[in-house]
């Protein structure tokens, strides 16, 4: 409420009228099935209590003026008939490769008048993008009164990242910053775009503990995944690692390259993990949940290949706090980022002075703590 506030008053002051509406499109973050997406496998993630808000008011011609808050107070004005890449501005891709998709179905929109802020941390691997891109498309819907649901808005939210903004990311982020829902995780199966939504059990938190690790050669890394994982279907001739099972994967061991059978094998076994994971939330199982959580870590560790020393001593502190009442793990494209733990409320404050204690001594570096709930997808403010 305070943010739509703040962002309102900002609009008057800066256009000298009211918004027409404010719009909320939430971050997410991902309790298990990591790189599975583009996989066509299945995640698990959850929208949370951070996100991206636009003020806006529709023009009559195709003009759109933008305010970013967050970004030093930036401006930038551009037309519909002609949207660039920015060099200068990365910030204002999102917006223009979002509004670039939605002109390809939608071409006589208008344009608007916009005042943006976000407050998820950027660079962290909690989907500050696809928060973006999921605000602005619906902002845009609404204005000019399109008919688009929130998958249609999640699949042009990604296209806009794969070939305007130029990350080659799978459909996890967006449709469940579009369809998330409050108090509850999302089972997506990312090939079919069947989704349901499981409870997260009362009294369990999502604390959420950023490594402060800047995310290094994430983009060309997580490129390298996607291609390994594309080989690995292609030996098999399958459509996607969804189609292979373990067992035709070990038969197969001794003809892959070593870094081709890991990369496979920690999608095949994420995949099982993730469908299983639905069951012990489901059942309020959190032991199974412990158990599956601390797979997966492992599994992204030796074999995806994609945590660092510093996420893995997170995971490692939390762990020995939570027992097998919650379950930790890395949480994101990785390479930096942060570490998810679904926490019992009574042991918010333990797990807080553990890492207080531990992990700057250690790395050097000191971590911030974000204890987090389930929110409902892009929704309208105003
Ligand atoms: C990033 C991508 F954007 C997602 O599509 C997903 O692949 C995730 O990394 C890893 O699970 O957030």
């Known amino acids: 409420m305070a943010r739509t506030q703040m962002i309102t008053e900002l609009f008057i002051q800066h256009y000298h009228c009211q918004p027409d509406q404010v719009f909320h499109a939430p971050g997410r973050v991902n309790l298990i099935g990591e790189h599975t997406d583009y996989n066509d496998g299945f995640v698990l993630p959850a929208a949370i209590n951070f996100g991206t808000d636009i003020a806006a008011k529709l023009r009559s011609d195709r003009t759109v003026n933008v305010l970013a808050i967050d970004c030093n107070g930036e401006t930038n004005s551009f037309s519909l008939d002609d949207l660039q890449f920015s060099q200068q501005h990365m910030w204002v891709n999102y917006i223009r490769g979002s509004i670039g998709v939605l002109l390809a179905t939608y071409p006589e929109i208008k344009g608007a008048d916009l005042v943006v802020s976000g407050n998820v941390p950027q660079g962290t691997g909690l989907s500050s993008s696809a928060s973006f891109e999921m605000v602005v498309l619906k902002t845009f819907a609404s204005l000019n009164k399109l008919p688009l649901d929130g998958v249609k808005a999640a699949l042009m939210g990604q296209k806009a990242e794969n070939d305007f903004v130029g990350c080659n990311c799978g459909i996890m982020d967006q449709l469940v910053s579009a369809m998330g829902k409050a108090d509850h995780a999302m089972l997506l199966d990312c090939r079919s775009l069947a989704f349901e939504h499981a409870l997260i059990p009362q009294g369990m938190s999502l604390v959420i503990v950023n490594s402060n690790v800047k995310r290094g050669l994430v983009d060309s890394e997580y490129n390298t995944r996607r291609k390994q994982c594309e080989a690995a279907a292609k030996h098999f001739q399958k459509p996607a690692l969804r189609d292979v099972t373990l067992i035709e994967l070990e038969k197969e061991q001794a003809n892959l390259a070593p870094d081709i059978y890991k990369r496979a094998k920690h999608i095949i076994t994420e995949n099982a993990r993730t469908t299983q994971a639905l069951v012990a939330l489901n059942a309020n199982d959190m032991e199974t949940m412990s158990d599956l959580m601390a797979k997966s870590h492992l599994s992204m560790k ?27 793990r890395m949480t994101g494209g990785g390479f930096g980022g942060c570490v998810v733990a679904l926490t019992p409320d009574d042991l918010i404050a333990e797990v807080r002075t553990s890492i207080e204690e531990q992990y700057q001594a250690k790395t050097g570096l000191q971590a911030d703590i974000y204890v987090c709930v389930a929110v409902d997808g892009a929704f309208s403010v105003k």
């Open 302 to 328: 030796d074999d995806f290949e994609i945590t660092t020393s510093e996420l893995d001593f997170l995971v490692e502190i939390i762990d020995v706090t939570l027992g097998n009442r919650g379950g930790v």
